[in-house]
DNA sequence: TTGAAAGCGCTAACAT
DNA sequence: ATGTTAGCGCTTTCAA
């Protein structure tokens, strides 16, 4: 038994199989003008000795690293988790690694993480800013020539051309949640999201607001409460909100622990959903769907995300067309038990 | 303006420094053996033409690539994203990047991550089998030379010496709640977990038993339910078994899929937690917390996990020591409301 | 079709 | 303290 198997070399194959290191290189990559003997010779002494190519000696004469980076705020966060999940295994299939960071929303690690992702060589990377306005760091990500994806983020372009982007249509979103809550005779809805620095809470709000203009009714009713996506915190607002003297009917909150917070304020005061108080969930987690009762929520794909941004930037790695480079994902509303007419009072 | 920056390489560098590559090399580097003049006129040159050290023929040098590889079934399941998390925020204080892959439990696709981190000459790895069985991979794994750190998983090491390995005391959790439950007075206690196949549920079955063993009470009473990990398989599983003629009075359920199918169950069978039914989660999941009653949990610091892991396999990258080489987690019991004594019927 | 040889950008050993 | 040089393992001309 040999004690350290992974030696072999490219020259040891070589040696092994009679041949030059370069037959050994044709043969196991494009089997272009070899042989039918060396390449057996070739095939069966890498196999004996277990031959497995360095990858990083490789790169450094193809300029590629068969990886791509994948930067956002949280991979633990259900919002991201999936995201990354579905990315990986599209970009696995093509053999491709993905090195992931957490920024924490942190600029100045977005942009550390960025420079180490460029110095890493990676052939491209997805990424999902914390705010849409970390300037310095996207013009740093623009001279890095590797192919870059944005994830829901309004990240300006260079010049006119935008970056590929996968987005998802939160605005339409919104509308379609507030206008059924609206259908429903509510007149005061809260929004719980978390703030404005990002598209996915902007594009919240705009829907929400369009949603009251264009049902004609007073735009006093619609109460936006931006917050961070910390579940006391949210529980504390959520319960202020509801103490007030014309407390909303209705609330439309993000995400897991924005939607924990509220419905725990609710019962402390206790309110009863969908009786005294109608909720929309912002995300379709697995809080929403198994709540007791089942929570309404708006839902888009998460996979999809992750799916249509390692296409766009496979797309774009490949150097095939242009192709489109954007991809606007919708979002439903999925119907259950938390919203009824508001109270009569 | 340049076009395309980052082209700068180090003799670049040490022609605008009017020095020698070497002396570059030294002066970005250890800085040791280099004069102030030199140290100065390197830094500007390098700030100047915005050198980026080119990691990937570094590491054809230096044998190290400054990533480590993280194998887990899937990181979106909130019971790994959390110590993915914490391991990368760990790992990058040190300057590592970390690559994800999921293997959906899917032994030949471990073995060819495992081979792929290792072409990539990956400094070490994280991982979670989704077995503690796939004998062939871990031998591979263990030709690798790279470190390893094994997550909550038994895998049979090298010889005697176990894989070091970050370990969650399932067991004693499990006997906690167990005994916790028969103290109040329950004899008829569920355990739903996901199979035997892996540590967790081994241990856990374990410490059930154990409960009921000490307690000298009918070991009949000691319901184990396998069942995977789908809220839909553990519904119809929980409905049959609470519709049995002796049913448990008291469950204890994995995660939140099974969980929620556990209280759906209940809730559709129109038994009342906890006065029909006592519950206790495994894992604190946000269900858990924000279920109406809240639901009584085990719980354990995935983030801890994450860290320690991190810190085990730095331990080892720096060969500082032999220092332990295994961690053992401590698992508590959150009480809550969905526990109190069974009806008496 | 094959072999020989020139690097990829860097570090480290060796000279100076 | 600094410059020179030999590779790290691989791909890829260029000859043969």
């Not at 041949?19 to 196999?47: C, P, Q």
């Not at 051309?161 to 059924?180: F, S």
């Not at 725990?264 to 109608?278: C, F, I, K, Q």
């Amino acid at each position: 038994m040999a004690e350290i198997v992974s030696k072999a070399t490219i020259r040891d194959v070589a040696r092994a199989a009679g041949v030059s290191v370069g037959s050994v290189s044709r043969a196991l990559n494009g089997g272009k003008n070899v042989s039918a003997r060396v390449a057996r010779d070739v095939a069966a002494a890498a196999e004996k000795l277990r031959y497995q190519p360095d990858f990083q000696a490789r790169s450094l004469r193809t300029r590629t690293t068969g990886m791509v980076g994948c930067l956002v705020s949280d991979v633990a966060n259900p919002l991201y988790a999936s995201i990354v999940q579905a990315a990986e295994a599209r970009l696995r299939e093509t053999g491709l690694l993905m090195v992931v960071a957490n920024t924490a929303n942190d600029p100045a690690r977005e942009r550390a993480m960025v420079a180490a992702f460029r110095s890493r060589r990676l052939d491209g990377m997805l990424v999902a800013p914390g705010s849409d306005e970390n300037d310095r760091a996207w013009r740093d990500l623009a001279t890095g020539g590797a192919p870059v994806v944005i994830l829901d983020r309004d990240v300006p372009g260079e010049g006119d051309r935008p970056w590929p982007a996968v987005l998802v249509d939160h605005r339409e979103g919104a509308r379609t949640a507030t206008r059924y809550l609206i259908g429903l005779g509510h007149r005061r809805i809260a929004l719980l999201t978390p703030g404005a620095r990002m598209r996915p809470g902007r594009e919240r709000i705009a829907g929400f607001k369009a949603a009251f203009a264009e049902a004609d009714i007073d735009p006093e009713g619609a109460l936006i409460c931006l917050q961070e996506s910390s579940m006391d915190f949210a529980q504390g607002d959520a319960l202020e909100l509801l103490r007030r003297d014309r407390r909303p009917t209705a609330i439309i909150a993000l995400g897991t622990r924005i939607l924990a917070g509220a419905l725990r304020a609710a019962r402390d005061l206790g309110h009863s959903v969908p009786r005294d108080l109608s909720v929309i969930a912002v995300g379709d987690t697995d809080l929403a769907a198994v709540h007791s009762p089942a929570i309404t929520a708006l839902r888009w794909s998460l996979e999809d995300v992750g799916r249509a941004a390692a296409e766009l930037l496979l797309q774009r790695l490949r150097g095939t067309g242009e192709g489109q480079s954007r991809a606007l994902l919708p979002v439903d509303l999925v119907l259950r038990e938390s919203c009824v007419p508001p109270p009569t009072t």
